[in-house]
């Protein structure tokens, strides 16, 4: 019999999965009924929805209050930056703009990544081996490497750095959809299912979708969070996003040669970062717990 | 014409400053330093003479090669490897080398080197090769003496040998010059790390009391820190003796790190260049509005230095030709632009863009993105790879305005001859009358006609303006208090030399 680590057993610890766990139900029922994992995001997408509209604009300049500290240090809000623009509002401005261009990314990486794993892991043969070599290359070329050159080539651009975001992060997907596929094509349902003459479209509908659908919309999730990470990184480095597109990312590099006179620029737009990764990656921590079968009421595949 | 004449021998007679009332002791001064290091902001492109475009490529070939002459701090022109240089109609001029200057490799310095270095100049592939072509001969008359010889007045052509002049030793070969170059100026290439470092030792024969000055340690290494803040950091922490490129909101920082930061205006100017080649900027009124549009004093108070002044033109300060103090540079009056806007037919504003380097201060031009938004201009801003931003200058289906500088201005005939000539290599400017004045200056050999010949330029400029004139550019450089008597060039060149006069 197959056996996993349920997520809140200790690491390491396997258990037979067909014998519920009293306490394990309960647990699973309060983060289902209290989703405390989902707070930090539903703060977050409340402030990004409603505070532009009473902030201040984010693009609109005052030389002449540049750098002026943040609240607590003789100043008002999260300051300015250094070209008198309010902090606040550029930050709150910046996390819907890069949470937009992340979920663009990942939305585009899982819809690649799920097909070519898919493909591969159902078809095997050259489906497989194509798919195979296909992330074996992503691989083996450094992720900022490419940046570099998809940005000399194409110029810096929004659409530049999506390509390389999905280019790239669609790999991540694919592994994981390709084993799980080939798994649950060769389970024994579905070759009693194959052997008594059911269609591919009908093992695809019926026993393929309803198993990888949970695990492809938490990697989905999880990845947002990454392909945050990554696209601030990029524009931190100048490859990213264009200077006039307000970006987390590129706040930080704005404050970077402030740090001596307004370090509150970096660290606010760096704290903005760790929050909204973490608050999606508790999101999808939750979604995990909520629609993985295993973990949710302990019925075997 | 014989005003003109009357003008040659007080202006291009270069003073033949005598030497032999200079120290040529070759012992050091008491006070060299073992070791420094420098932080630049970048790596060199290039060492090779010939294909040296930038500051940070100067900085370090000009610590291993000697030009036969340098700029004084205010703007002179001094015989430097040559003891004599002069000349009465800006056609030939004439050189006396030092005598018993030595290259590195232990061969003497003759008249030969000079030859070497035209011939080296007007071959290679080079941006200043066409500038080389009006030398038509190197008259080598003895070892020591010889004359060059240009087909016609070229009395801009001493600024060129300042930057591009240096002395080349027998025998070397285009690796030589890239990667093993001997020159015989202070310092001796003793190794290039590519992408982190290159380290110098002293030239125990080099003669001190020349005007570049006398090196100020036995080793020195240039070091390559991009950021800002690290440089800042290593000053501080003393990895490092002296840093360049601090940017003004980091000076602070400097001097509680117990050094110096040194302020100083650069012979530089920063612009926005307009191509006026298309519509809507080949309309002068579009020219004279961005120009109103700006307020380019309180950009460059606020992110720059107190000490970047609104130029009114590109010329600089009066350490260089063509600066006139009383032209006054545009004010700043957004309605008056809004008003010339409308006369021009754009009432409603346009939509344009604007390329800068990844690497350059896009803070300055976002804040001129904004005052222009402010009377109805949109502008895109396009960061670009430094070396696509070259490749961009003349291209018609670039952005029509860039932010750029160009140094140095001491002579601006190469800046007009290349950015405001409408033949220009680099120019999307075309002006008759400009064209004629450029014309004008470059073979006109008496100083003071040139500095108002291209006055006139300067006005002509801003009737029909081809950039957003910006300020002259201001180094500020970190200096370990463990270094005393550096001072900055007007150049920028950041070379680990003290200044003995």
């Given at each position: 019999?197959?056996t996993?680590s349920s997520?809140?057993?200790s690491?390491?610890?396997?258990?037979?999965?067909?014998?519920?766990?009293?306490?394990?139900d309960?647990r699973?029922l309060v983060?289902?009924?209290?989703?405390?994992?989902?707070?930090?995001?539903?703060?977050?997408?409340?402030?990004?929805?409603?505070?532009?509209a009473?902030l201040?604009?984010?693009?609109?300049?005052?030389?002449?209050?540049?750098?002026t500290p943040?609240?607590?240090?003789?100043?008002?809000?999260?300051?300015?930056?250094?070209?008198?623009?309010?902090?606040?509002?550029?930050?709150?401005?910046?996390?819907?703009?890069?949470?937009?261009?992340?979920?663009v990314?990942?939305?585009?990486?899982?819809?690649?990544?799920?097909?070519?794993?898919?493909?591969?892991?159902?078809?095997?043969?050259?489906?497989?081996?194509?798919v195979?070599?296909?992330?074996?290359?992503?691989?083996a070329?450094p992720?900022?490497?490419?940046?570099?050159?998809?940005?000399?080539?194409?110029?810096?651009?929004?659409?530049?750095?999506?390509?390389?975001?999905?280019g790239?992060g669609?790999?991540?997907?694919?592994q994981?959809?390709?084993?799980?596929?080939?798994m649950?094509?060769q389970?024994?349902?579905?070759?009693?299912?194959?052997a008594?003459?059911?269609?591919?479209?009908?093992?695809?509908r019926?026993?393929?979708v309803?198993?990888?659908?949970?695990i492809?919309?938490?990697?989905?999730?999880?990845q947002?969070g990454?392909?945050l990470?990554?696209s601030?990184?990029?524009?931190?480095?100048?490859?990213?996003?264009p200077?006039?597109?307000?970006s987390?990312?590129?706040?930080?590099?704005?404050?970077?040669?402030?740090?001596?006179?307004?370090?509150?620029?970096?660290?606010f737009?760096?704290?903005?970062?760790?929050?909204?990764?973490?608050?999606?990656?508790?999101?999808a921590d939750?979604?995990?717990i909520?629609i993985?079968?295993?973990?949710?009421g302990?019925?075997?595949? | 014409?014989?005003?003109r004449?009357?003008?040659?021998a007080?202006?291009l007679?270069?003073a033949?400053?005598?030497?032999a009332?200079?120290a040529?002791?070759?012992?050091?001064?008491?006070?060299?330093?073992?070791?420094?290091?420098?932080?630049?902001?970048?790596?060199?492109?290039?060492?090779?003479?010939?294909?040296?475009?930038?500051?940070?490529?100067?900085?370090?070939?000009?610590?291993?090669?000697?030009?036969?002459?340098?700029?004084a701090?205010?703007?002179?022109?001094?015989?430097?490897?040559?003891?004599?240089?002069?000349s009465?109609d800006?056609?030939t001029?004439?050189?006396?080398l030092?005598?018993?200057m030595?290259?590195?490799?232990?061969?003497?310095?003759?008249?030969?080197?000079i030859?070497?270095n035209?011939e080296?100049?007007?071959?290679?592939?080079?941006?200043?090769?066409?500038?080389y072509?009006v030398?038509?001969e190197?008259?080598?008359?003895?070892?020591?003496?010889?004359?060059?010889v240009?087909?016609?007045?070229?009395?801009?052509?001493?600024?060129?040998?300042?930057?591009?002049?240096?002395?080349?030793?027998e025998?070397?070969?285009?690796?030589s010059?890239?990667?093993?170059?001997?020159g015989?100026?202070?310092y001796?290439?003793?190794?290039?790390e590519?992408?982190?470092?290159?380290?110098?030792?002293?030239?125990?024969?080099?003669?001190?009391?020349s005007?570049?000055?006398?090196?100020?340690?036995?080793?020195?290494?240039?070091?390559f820190?991009?950021?800002?803040?690290?440089?800042v950091?290593?000053?501080?922490?003393?990895?490092a003796?002296l840093?360049?490129?601090?940017?003004?909101?980091?000076?602070?920082?400097?001097?509680d790190?117990?050094?110096?930061?040194?302020?100083?205006?650069?012979?530089?100017?920063?612009?926005?260049?307009?191509?006026?080649?298309?519509?809507?900027?080949?309309?002068?009124r579009?020219?004279?509005a961005?120009?109103?549009?700006?307020?380019?004093q309180?950009?460059a108070?606020?992110l720059?230095?107190?000490?970047a002044?609104?130029?009114?033109?590109?010329?600089?300060?009066?350490?260089g030709?063509?600066?006139d103090?009383?032209?006054?540079p545009?004010?700043y009056?957004?309605?008056?632009?809004?008003?010339?806007l409308?006369?021009?037919?754009?009432a409603d504003?346009?939509?344009?863009e604007?390329?800068?380097?990844?690497t350059?201060r896009?803070?300055v031009l976002?804040?001129?993105?904004?005052?222009?938004a402010?009377?109805?201009?949109?502008?895109?801003?396009?960061?670009?790879e430094?070396?696509?931003?070259?490749?961009?200058?003349?291209?018609?289906?670039?952005?029509?305005l860039?932010?750029?500088?160009?140094r140095?201005?001491?002579?601006?005939?190469?800046?007009?001859?290349l950015l405001?000539?409408?033949?220009?290599?680099?120019?999307?400017?075309s002006?008759?009358t400009?064209?004629?004045l450029i014309r004008?200056?470059?073979?006109?050999?008496?100083?003071?006609?040139?500095?108002?010949?291209?006055?006139?330029?300067?006005?002509t400029?801003?009737?029909?303006?081809g950039?957003?004139?910006?300020?002259?550019?201001?180094?500020?450089?970190?200096?370990?208090?463990?270094i005393?008597?550096?001072?900055?060039?007007?150049?920028?060149?950041?070379?680990a030399?003290?200044?003995?006069?």
């Amino acid at each position: 019999m197959m056996t996993l680590s349920s997520h809140s057993s200790s690491p390491g610890v396997s258990r037979d999965i067909t014998q519920p766990d009293r306490r394990e139900d309960r647990r699973a029922l309060v983060n289902v009924v209290i989703p405390w994992r989902l707070v930090p995001l539903v703060l977050l997408l409340t402030a990004v929805s409603v505070l532009p509209a009473i902030l201040s604009s984010p693009t609109t300049q005052s030389l002449a209050d540049r750098l002026t500290p943040p609240f607590g240090f003789g100043g008002t809000g999260l300051g300015t930056d250094g070209l008198g623009r309010d902090l606040l509002a550029r930050i709150i401005t910046g996390t819907r703009n890069s949470l937009a261009i992340s979920i663009v990314a990942a939305t585009g990486a899982s819809l690649l990544g799920i097909t070519a794993g898919v493909l591969a892991g159902m078809l095997g043969g050259w489906a497989d081996r194509i798919v195979e070599l296909l992330v074996e290359s992503v691989l083996a070329i450094p992720f900022i490497t490419v940046g570099l050159m998809v940005t000399a080539t194409i110029g810096q651009s929004t659409t530049s750095m999506l390509l390389l975001l999905i280019g790239t992060g669609w790999i991540t997907h694919a592994q994981i959809l390709r084993a799980q596929a080939r798994m649950v094509s060769q389970a024994e349902y579905v070759i009693a299912a194959s052997a008594m003459g059911a269609s591919k479209a009908h093992i695809a509908r019926r026993h393929l979708v309803p198993n990888l659908l949970p695990i492809s919309i938490v990697v989905y999730f999880q990845q947002i969070g990454s392909m945050l990470l990554w696209s601030a990184s990029l524009t931190w480095l100048g490859i990213g996003a264009p200077i006039e597109q307000i970006s987390l990312g590129g706040i930080v590099r704005d404050g970077q040669d402030l740090l001596y006179n307004g370090w509150w620029v970096s660290l606010f737009a760096g704290l903005a970062i760790i929050y909204v990764v973490t608050s999606l990656n508790l999101a999808a921590d939750w979604l995990r717990i909520v629609i993985d079968p295993v973990q949710k009421g302990h019925r075997p595949l | 014409m014989s005003t003109r004449r009357s003008f040659v021998a007080s202006s291009l007679a270069v003073a033949a400053v005598p030497l032999a009332t200079r120290a040529q002791s070759a012992t050091p001064a008491a006070d060299l330093l073992p070791e420094i290091v420098i932080d630049l902001s970048g790596e060199p492109d290039n060492l090779t003479p010939a294909l040296s475009y930038s500051t940070r490529d100067w900085s370090v070939m000009h610590s291993i090669y000697d030009s036969l002459v340098d700029f004084a701090p205010d703007g002179q022109i001094l015989p430097q490897a040559a003891e004599v240089f002069e000349s009465d109609d800006a056609i030939t001029f004439r050189v006396r080398l030092r005598a018993g200057m030595i290259f590195h490799d232990g061969s003497p310095v003759t008249t030969a080197a000079i030859t070497r270095n035209v011939e080296h100049i007007k071959s290679a592939d080079s941006q200043i090769s066409d500038l080389y072509q009006v030398i038509t001969e190197v008259r080598q008359i003895d070892d020591l003496n010889a004359e060059i010889v240009c087909v016609e007045p070229s009395p801009w052509l001493p600024s060129q040998l300042v930057v591009w002049g240096v002395l080349l030793p027998e025998g070397f070969t285009d690796e030589s010059l890239a990667s093993a170059p001997i020159g015989s100026g202070p310092y001796i290439l003793e190794s290039w790390e590519q992408g982190s470092a290159i380290t110098l030792v002293r030239n125990p024969d080099y003669h001190l009391g020349s005007p570049k000055g006398d090196p100020l340690a036995e080793r020195v290494t240039y070091r390559f820190v991009p950021e800002a803040a690290t440089r800042v950091a290593d000053l501080t922490t003393g990895l490092a003796h002296l840093i360049d490129a601090v940017p003004k909101d980091q000076l602070g920082a400097v001097a509680d790190g117990g050094n110096v930061a040194v302020s100083s205006p650069v012979l530089a100017t920063a612009f926005i260049r307009i191509a006026t080649d298309a519509a809507p900027f080949d309309e002068p009124r579009v020219c004279q509005a961005v120009n109103h549009a700006v307020d380019v004093q309180a950009i460059a108070d606020a992110l720059v230095s107190t000490e970047a002044k609104r130029l009114a033109s590109v010329f600089p300060d009066a350490r260089g030709l063509g600066f006139d103090a009383s032209l006054s540079p545009f004010a700043y009056d957004p309605e008056k632009a809004k008003e010339l806007l409308a006369e021009a037919g754009y009432a409603d504003g346009f939509v344009t863009e604007a390329q800068i380097t990844a690497t350059s201060r896009t803070d300055v031009l976002e804040a001129v993105a904004e005052q222009l938004a402010a009377v109805g201009i949109k502008v895109n801003i396009v960061t670009s790879e430094l070396a696509t931003f070259n490749q961009d200058w003349s291209n018609t289906d670039a952005p029509a305005l860039r932010y750029a500088s160009w140094r140095p201005m001491y002579d601006p005939f190469t800046f007009v001859n290349l950015l405001v000539n409408s033949e220009g290599y680099l120019s999307r400017y075309s002006n008759p009358t400009a064209d004629e004045l450029i014309r004008s200056a470059a073979i006109e050999p008496a100083t003071e006609s040139r500095d108002a010949i291209y006055q006139e330029l300067g006005r002509t400029l801003q009737d029909q303006p081809g950039f957003i004139y910006l300020w002259n550019l201001v180094t500020n450089v970190g200096v370990s208090s463990q270094i005393e008597g550096w001072s900055p060039r007007g150049d920028d060149y950041v070379l680990a030399l003290r200044r003995t006069q």
